[in-house]
């Protein structure tokens, strides 16, 4: 997690008092005075709305609700200023993880660590001249571990905004606990991926099939196309307001219609900005200690306070101990085998929406239970929809893809769905349970159309929940992935770790459980992986049926 100096809100009745719309060509700007809250600037955010009957530089403002949220949500996640990069780029300034250091700090008062304690690590970044770096805006990773114990948790990191960071360890576990800090990206890298998502938001292009009898024809479809003098095509969700649009085919119309795929991916980088993005130089490298990286801890003492960081405000959601995820607070994980999960399951129906991490979850169950039988019904295995049935225990699996932007290929046009659509459609009740993860995909667009979409699912979340209140609804959150050159240009760990942040925030409060993936990646010793591996799945799994039976388990 992230931590960095919060700017006070304002009232609601201040903001609605001074917000104001305004319309230009091909962006649409609402204009937020209480979104500087300490600076007593004007800012102004390119918000995306899109208008259903203009093409896509028309725009429409939101709610007064809804841009609020949106404001907040963008000063909640805004992310310390990076560095302005020379052209051509030279690497001697940027920041270097391996004249980067780490510093175990002491316990205060002297004394021994202890189960409970907090501990505590400043972080001094370097550039590569050995230079202390003065300012902030590095990617950051922290974990404490015990792999002979198969014990892990993730930690918090705070930036100081000077070039140093302080990372916190809730202590969990009796024995040795070993420190790992990691790079991410250099700060010089996150200016390189806020341009990108500002310059190049169509920088995954997406394609349709048009087809009529023997004529076939195929163009390029986005949030965003730029304009031309080819007309367009508005496939923007009549009910949600999602926006979609492909150039029209010459020769056929917009009705003919018939897949959705992903195109190429082209994003385009300055001279040696490339070099920003190299794996074991500048991107997911450790960070060595100076002096040790271990502590050893002892048993909690008895009448022994709870210690906490002055730093940080909120701890880590679990651990893993033994391998196994232990939740801290909340409902307790229980370990599910065949056995009991398919006595767990018994009498429910589970509808899973969402991206490839989700089907993950519908593929772990139909492989892990054996009487629960996939359906054939003759889709791409990427694409779906799939159901898998388990008529003696009457258990009803089924899984669909979120509608666009997706990067999936060959996705039929009438198996493009919106999650907020097919939730509206669910009767619900305490046999239902509806689970979702969508992150991955929204990765290159400006997080504007990312908070749009999750206002509209929870919209419809809320309207589910005020019909059937006994629907148990789960979210999957965003998690971590190894990292080559263009996945860290479409789908890095910062983008990720974004959306992570509105996720939460944006579904706090609501009669909904997490399944909090990207701790349950970070705090295990496996490596990233955007499918984490299968002992990672099987305890998010056990997170799962522990909210569907929280009695249950062995």
């Known amino acids: 997690m992230w931590g960095r100096k919060k700017n006070p809100f304002v009232s609601f009745s201040s903001f609605v008092l001074h917000y104001k719309v305004f319309f230009s ?155 790992e800090m990691t790079l991410v990206h250099p700060s010089e890298a996150v200016t390189v991926l806020q341009r990108l998502t500002k310059e190049q938001p169509d920088r995954v292009y997406f394609q349709s099939v048009f087809r009529s009898g023997s004529v076939s024809e195929t163009t390029t479809c986005n949030v965003f196309l730029h304009p031309t003098q080819q007309p367009l095509c508005n496939y923007t969700d009549l009910h949600t307001g999602e926006p979609w649009y492909c150039y029209k085919p010459k020769k056929l119309s917009c009705d003919a219609r018939i897949n959705h795929s992903t195109g190429r991916v082209n994003p385009k980088l300055k001279a040696r900005e490339e070099k920003l993005f190299k794996s074991g130089v500048n991107m997911k490298v450790s960070i060595k200690a100076l002096g040790s990286a271990n502590v050893n801890v002892l048993p909690k003492m008895k009448g022994q306070p709870e210690v906490k960081s002055s730093s940080v405000k909120s701890g880590p959601s679990g651990y893993y101990y033994q391998d196994t995820w232990r939740a801290l607070g909340g409902t307790p994980v229980h370990q599910f085998n065949t056995s009991s999960a398919s006595q767990c399951l018994k009498g429910k129906v589970v509808h899973m929406h969402g991206d490839s991490t989700i089907r993950q979850w519908f593929e772990y169950l139909t492989a892990a239970l054996p009487d629960l039988k996939e359906f054939n019904l003759h889709n791409l295995k990427q694409v779906g ?153 099987k305890n998010m799994i056990n997170v799962l049926l522990s909210y569907i039976c929280p009695q249950e388990g062995n």
């Open 25 to 179: 060509p091909c962006l649409c700007h609402i204009t937020l005075p209480p979104c500087q809250f300490q600076h007593k600037v004007i800012t102004t955010f390119s918000v995306l709305r899109l208008h259903l009957q203009h093409h896509f530089c028309s725009f429409q403002p939101q709610s007064p609700e809804d841009a609020l949220e949106e404001c907040l949500l963008l000063d909640s996640i805004a992310w310390p200023e990076t560095p302005s990069l020379p052209d051509p780029l030279s690497l001697e300034q940027t920041t270097d993880p391996a004249h980067s250091i780490f510093t175990i700090l002491p316990e205060k008062g002297g004394r021994q660590w202890h189960v409970g304690d907090q501990l505590e690590v400043m972080i001094k970044m370097y550039d590569f001249q050995g230079r202390p770096k003065n300012s902030g805006g590095d990617v950051l990773l922290a974990r404490l571990h015990n792999r002979a114990l198969g014990a892990g948790v993730a930690g918090q990191v705070l930036d100081h905004l000077n070039g140093s960071y302080s990372a916190v360890f809730s202590l969990l576990w009796e024995g040795s606990a070993q420190v």
């Open 385 to 537: 929809p799939f159901m898998a049935l388990d008529y003696a225990n009457n258990i009803l699996v089924t899984y669909r893809c979120h509608g666009p932007p997706i990067r999936f290929t060959n996705v039929p046009t009438n198996d493009l769905r919106y999650i907020a659509n097919e939730l509206d459609e669910l009767v619900g009740g305490n046999d239902t349970v509806v689970i979702f993860g969508i992150w991955s995909h929204f990765s290159t667009f400006p997080i504007e159309l990312y908070i749009r979409r999750l206002q509209g699912i929870r919209r419809a979340v809320v309207r589910l929940l005020d019909r059937a209140p006994d629907t148990l609804v789960i979210i999957r959150t965003a998690n971590l992935k190894a990292l080559s050159l263009v996945e860290a240009l479409t789908i890095s760990d910062w983008y990720s770790l974004q959306r992570d942040k509105v996720l939460r925030a944006m579904f706090k409060g609501l009669n909904v459980r997490l399944v909090d993936a990207w701790e349950m990646v970070l705090a295990h010793h496996l490596p990233h992986n955007l499918h984490p591996q299968p002992p990672i799945i």
